[in-house]
């Protein structure tokens, strides 16, 4: 029994992505995964200052939406984030939609730390925790759809999504203009790990 007990609280380390996954796996929850130095978990309260100042910089430059302090603390449990040692560089979320379908929200990598491949590692934590969650498609709206097609993502004509999918682009000050493009990624063809 004891035996039992330690193999299942030893990390699983995926050979493909070199990846470790920390996590509850009964209760089918992710909490942690590392690669190199970098270290992604669910954000936590504590966080939501660190990412409103990220998310609201790139809005800014009319890269994201703008997400109020009031947003982010309802949404957190959407969020994950990745830390450097002790410094938060980059975050992103989870919002589901409908029964089969959920939203890449709010992905960002600060300044410095693009290029390394964090934005890549945060998509897929997202895209893990959809498939835990059962969700069939996961999709972006994005000016960065070459970053989304490098991850797997083909890019799809907007009318496909529910009008539900909308509700938020009246906070955007380019509505009704809207020039972002939407990208999709199918989780059918992958399968909990
Ligand atoms: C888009 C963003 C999240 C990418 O993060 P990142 O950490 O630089 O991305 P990665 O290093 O993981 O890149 C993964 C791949 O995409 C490519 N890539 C990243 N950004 C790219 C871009 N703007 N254009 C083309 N390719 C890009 C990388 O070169 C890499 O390709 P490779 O696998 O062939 O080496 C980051 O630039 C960002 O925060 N942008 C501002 C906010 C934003 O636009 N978010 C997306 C909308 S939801």
């Known amino acids: 029994m004891l035996i039992l007990v330690r193999l299942i609280a030893l990390p699983l380390i995926t050979e493909k992505d070199n990846t470790r996954d920390i996590g509850t796996r009964k209760e089918g929850t992710f909490l942690m995964t590392t690669t190199n130095q970098i270290i992604l978990r669910k954000a936590t309260l504590s966080d939501v200052p660190e990412i409103f100042n990220l998310v609201n910089s790139y809005a800014q430059q009319e890269l994201l939406l703008p997400r109020s302090l009031g947003v982010l603390y309802e949404t957190i449990r959407d969020f994950v984030v ?3 040692g002790d410094r938060l560089v980059g ?3 989870l919002h589901i939609i409908w029964d089969n379908l959920a939203e890449v929200r709010s992905l960002a990598v600060k300044p410095g730390s693009t290029k390394k491949g964090i934005g890549r590692q945060l998509l897929e934590f997202l895209k893990k ?3 835990q969650l059962k969700v069939k498609d996961i999709f972006a709206l994005t000016y960065k759809p070459e970053f989304f097609i ?3 993502f083909t890019v799809v004509s907007k009318d496909i999504f529910p009008k539900k999918v909308w509700v938020d682009c009246v906070n955007c000050i380019k509505f009704p203009n809207c020039d972002e ?9 992958y399968s909990e790990e």
């Open 150 to 152: 490098k991850c797997g």
């Open 82 to 84: 990745a830390f450097d």
């Open 181 to 189: 493009v939407a990208v999709k990624l199918i989780l059918s063809e």
């Open 91 to 93: 975050t992103g979320a």
């Open 129 to 131: 925790e959809a498939i």
